[in-house]
Every structure is written in structure tokens, then in C-alpha cells.
DNA sequence: ATACAATATCAATAAGTATTGATATAATTA
DNA sequence: TAATTATATCAATACTTATTGATATTGTAT
């Protein structure tokens, strides 16, 4: 029996997307990135003060963040300010749901 | 303002269970193979020959897919047929959810 | 018992990615 | 303008994980 799915070009470069998506949350500490960012916009001192992690670390997981769409950031002072966006969150989540 | 999340052991042990699952359907392949399922059940050397993967890298996909629990396989004469553990899936589903 | 087909395992290597340390940039204040 | 604070960048290293090639195991049929 021929499989409906994986046999395109489409599904196929949606099967890439998604697994971007995936490969870019799977990581622990930007999931608790996510996990923070899910109550409440914050700067990025609050973060890498927060988890308790290293300031350059967590400047490079939000930049990974941003790059892909996940997180959107603007200046306030000194300070810069991340948050979810979260419709696009919604359409790769949406995506996923096709493939699980 | 105290964040809610990412603050209590608990927490944390889903963040890094939601992870592992993550990581392991973040893999490319993996996620085809995964695909292929949701529409059948599948014997290990039909999967590795619609994919055009070697037979010994889709059947190690497919032991970290089981191990973790997401599938289920069972033998049937020389064949093994790989099924979705599609109980296991929603409930990580469900925990995603709650970091996204 | 022997041969064959399907699947699994294992060691070695390749590839990708997180982390660290050092330093740069940008905005603010004195 | 100089100093300070917050954030970003970059090169080097450490880790993790996918892939490959060779071989073992298991079930079936002759």
C-alpha cells in the first residue's frame, strides 16, 4: 500500500519545517526560555539571571529563538525586551499536529 | 514578578521530559517514519525502502522511537511491524502544550 | 541441517550544536 | 566625553547524535 504522506515535495519540505521547529525547542534551556517568556514578556537579565545561566548563553539561544520567528524583541532603555510570538508559534504547532 | 513556571522541581522534570520527546521527534527521518506510521502500520524493511534509508539506519530509528516508548512493534514471521503508540504521543502532546 | 531473508547490534566516524571566554556594540548617566 | 550597564558577537572547544560498514541474530523454508 502507497503511502499518502513523505511521497511529495510538499509534505516532504513541511516535514523539514517542522523538524526545524522542533530542533530549535528541543533544547532544554530554550524551552525554559519559552517556559519564562509564556507568563510574561521579559528582559534578557531577567532570564539569564532567572535560570541562572551565562548572560552570552542566553543571548545566543534568544537570538536562535528570534531568527526563526518564535520570539520578538524590542528596546527599552538599556534593556531589550523578548516575547513570545505567538502566532507563529500557533502555526508550527498546527503543522505538527499533522505529523503526530 | 516571580515567574510561575520553571521554579519548582517539578516543573523542571517535565521541561526536560518535554525535551527528550522533542529531540527525538526533531530528528528528520525519524519524523518521516512517523508519518509513514500515522497511516499504517509498517514492517521495518518497507519503511527503510520507501524512505531510500539503509536498513540499519531506519531500524535504529525505530528502536529510539520504541525505546522511548512512541511505538510499538510486534513480529509477524520474519517481519516486524512498527505501530504508533498513539497513547503515548497525545500525552506528550498534552504536556507540550503546557511550555508552548 | 543449510540457506536465505528480515532485522538488530556495534564500533568508528562524521556532522551538528551547545557552551565558554573574551571582546565588541549600544544606550544611558554623570 | 568618560564611565557604566545591558546586550550581542565571535572563535574555540566540548558534547551529543546521526550515519556508515561490518557483522550478528532470528525466523522460515528447502
Redesign the interface.
Known amino acids: ?1 502507497k ?4 511521497n511529495n515535495k510538499k ?1 516532504l519540505a513541511e ?2 519545517q ?2 526545524d521547529f ?2 530549535i ?4 534551556n530554550r ?2 526560555i ?3 517568556l ?3 514578556e521579559r528582559c534578557v537579565c531577567d532570564i539569564w539571571q ?2 541562572g545561566l551565562a548572560q552570552n548563553l542566553v543571548s545566543h539561544h534568544l537570538k536562535v529563538l528570534k531568527d526563526f520567528g518564535l520570539l520578538a524583541a524590542r528596546q527599552e532603555g538599556l534593556k531589550v525586551i523578548y516575547s513570545i510570538n505567538k502566532k507563529v ?1 500557533k502555526k508550527y ?1 498546527k503543522l505538527l ?1 499533522r ?2
Request: aromatic share 10%; proline share 3%; charged share 25%.
Open positions: 500500500m503511502p499518502k504522506c513523505c509534505s516535514i523539514s517542522v523538524a522542533l530542533k525547542i528541543s533544547e532544554e524551552l525554559k519559552f517556559c519564562l509564556k507568563e510574561n532567572y535560570l508559534v504547532l499536529n505529523f503526530l
